[in-house]
């Protein structure tokens, strides 16, 4: 469970990764660039990555990510160059220009797209670790879920039947305070959504969701238990969003001293600063991070640009499973 510094340093490569990335993402936007829905995951990197990082994609792993998990999309192997053709429409991105967002697949590298924000991932998780269970595979599934996701009917019983089931599945409750507009007091009478997964007989762990060390050794614990048969984990990570719902939500419903206690709280920050007191890194290694993101984004953002739209007559084949999408392999952690 314990990270070396190449590992430690790894994380901040992609949590950097991940902020730089949705920061070009949104330049692309008020360029008029990316039509559409912008979702970012600023303050909420750690979760994603610090969660995605304990998988293990030699066991077959898979992960479904929410909106805000670019972060655990890339740690799983997904590449930059693909996320930007993705949202640019190009003729070779994993939708093939067809569709947006984190709404890219590649089950060969272990990841699903959004299917739906709602519960449902935590259903089609569920058939997948079942499959991999008709076919002796000890590979674990990890989905994500939204406080507001936690209210809906089928979050429900998808965690219902995956304790029942005892499936080999991490579930990571990403409590960001606010469903769109709508604040958690206002959705919910308790105060940690792990008491929903106690009336499962599911345990639970609650995190602070904005220390990566701390998410990945929750993670670690529930991939393991995962693995050894011990059935579903459910991980609360207490975060915040620290930007609307997307990109046309000014937040302006948030208070600003709410914004400002948790702008002390960023994960980036709050991560570097524990490697130099650590002595596990220093200013020049944290520097070297840095440019290897701007020479990652720069490289992948020319390449997406340069890729081709799509042809019209393309918008019908796709349909059946053997018209299969252009692949570009990823490197993941």
């Not at 739906?116 to 590979?139: D, E, Y």
Request: glycine share 10%; with cysteine; hydrophobic share 40%.
């Amino acid at each position: 469970m314990d990270l070396d510094k190449r590992q430690q340093l790894e994380l901040l490569f992609f949590m950097r990764l991940t902020r730089s990335l949705e920061d070009r993402l949104d330049n692309l936007y008020k360029q008029g660039k990316i039509v559409g829905g912008l979702f970012r995951s600023l303050g909420q990197e750690a979760t994603a990555v610090g969660s995605a990082y304990a998988l293990d994609k030699h066991q077959g792993d898979i992960l479904s990510p929410l909106t805000r998990d670019l972060g655990a999309l890339l740690v799983i192997g997904a590449l930059p160059r693909e996320v930007f053709a993705n949202y640019l429409w190009r003729a070779t991105s994993l939708s093939r220009g067809r569709d947006q967002n984190l709404h890219i697949t590649d089950l060969d590298r272990g990841f699903i797209g959004t299917i739906s924000p709602l519960g449902t991932l935590i259903a089609v998780m569920n058939g997948v670790l079942l499959a991999k269970r008709m076919q002796n595979k000890k590979s674990v599934g990890m989905v994500y879920i939204g406080d507001g996701g936690t209210s809906t009917g089928a979050f429900h019983e998808a965690a219902n039947f995956a304790a029942v089931q005892n499936l080999p599945l991490v579930i990571v409750g990403e409590n960001n305070s606010y469903a769109y507009t709508t604040p958690t007091t206002k959705q919910m009478r308790i105060l940690n959504l792990a008491d929903r997964a106690k009336a499962y007989g599911m345990p639970s762990e609650i995190v602070d969701g904005n220390d990566v060390m701390a998410v990945y050794r929750s993670a670690c614990r529930a991939v393991d238990r995962a693995r050894d048969g011990g059935g579903p984990t459910f991980i609360e990570a207490k975060t915040f969003r620290m930007r609307g719902h997307a990109a046309h939500d000014n937040q302006s419903y948030v208070p600003k001293e709410v914004l400002d206690q948790w702008t002390k709280r960023d994960p980036i920050t709050h991560f570097e600063k524990a490697l130099k007191e650590k002595k596990v890194a220093g200013t020049a290694d944290i520097d070297e991070v840095k440019k290897r993101v701007e020479a990652t984004l720069d490289a992948d953002l020319e390449w997406a640009e340069s890729q081709p739209s799509p042809a019209p007559g393309d918008a019908l084949g796709g349909v059946y499973a053997e018209d299969k999408a252009p692949s570009v392999r990823g490197v993941g952690k």
